[in-house]
T-cell receptor, first 111, second 112 residues
Framework: NAGVTQTPKFQVLKTGQSMTLQCAQD?????MYWYRQDPGMGLRLIYY???????DKGEVPNGYNVSRLNKREFSLRLESAAPSQTSVYFC??????????FGPGTRLTVL | GQQLNQSPQSMFIQEGEDVSMNCTSS?????WLWYKQDPGEGPVLLIA?????ELTSNGRLTAQFGITRKDSFLNISASIPSDVGIYFC????????????FGTGTRLKVLA
């Protein structure tokens, strides 16, 4: 039982490049989330998916798109990366109040 | 974006001391969560609180859901070096979905 997995762990991009961050969970959770964490700050919600087939914006959605591919997988796409998107990205899943669990994170640097 | 006010921002304590930190909000929450994050890793859930006044323990950790539903407290008793890390609170209001707002974190350093 791996919980929440994320790939890649590290990534360096040049400004304007695109990439997709992958997330998968094996806990059969309905809800999945993407957060970003910047130095000295808490986690800010980018997008979330309450259930398969639905997605909704969080606090900081600009510059990102998401896809809830199936119940297990939730991907985050940067279409044209900018230095302001340098951050650590965390995926999480939940199946009710008090059950939100996080993946290990993807450390992204945009030059 | 809205974030919870978490205090203190950081603290140094001696091994064996008790630690207290809190989280406050201008909004009412239905659920409070407390997480610990070690360097280079994702947050790990410590305690979940579901109703006003609730007091819940997990080993040396005790957390309380404030009566006003706008605050929560975390206490760590008899701290040890492995308690070092960043502690985050998170609140979930009623929105029909399980969406959480996070505090800015309390960075704890334990001096042996």
């Amino acid at each position: 039982n791996a919980g929440v997995t994320q790939t890649p762990k590290f990534q360096v991009l040049k400004t304007g490049q695109s990439m997709t961050l992958q997330c998968a969970q094996d806990m059969n959770h309905n809800s999945m989330y993407w957060y970003r964490q910047d130095p000295g700050m808490g986690l800010r919600l980018i997008y979330y998916s309450a259930s398969e087939g639905t997605t909704d914006k969080g606090e900081v959605p600009n510059g990102y798109n998401v896809s809830r591919l199936n119940k297990r997988e939730f991907s985050l796409r940067l279409e044209s990366a900018a230095p302001s998107q340098t951050s650590v990205y965390f995926c999480a899943s939940s199946d009710g109040p008090g059950t939100q669990y996080f993946g290990p994170g993807t450390r992204l640097t945009v030059l | 974006g809205q974030q919870l006010n978490q205090s203190p921002q950081s603290m140094f304590i001696q091994e064996g001391e008790d630690v207290s930190m809190n989280c406050t909000s201008s909004s009412i929450f239905n659920t409070w969560l407390w997480y610990k994050q070690d360097p280079g890793e994702g947050p790990v859930l410590l305690i979940a609180l579901y109703k006003a006044g609730e007091l819940t323990s997990n080993g040396r950790l005790t957390a309380q859901f404030g009566i006003t539903r706008k605050d929560s407290f975390l206490n760590i008793s008899a701290s040890i070096p492995s308690d070092v890390g960043i502690y985050f609170c998170a609140g979930q209001g009623y929105s029909g979905t399980y969406k959480y707002i996070f505090g800015t974190g309390t960075r704890l350093k334990v001096l042996a």
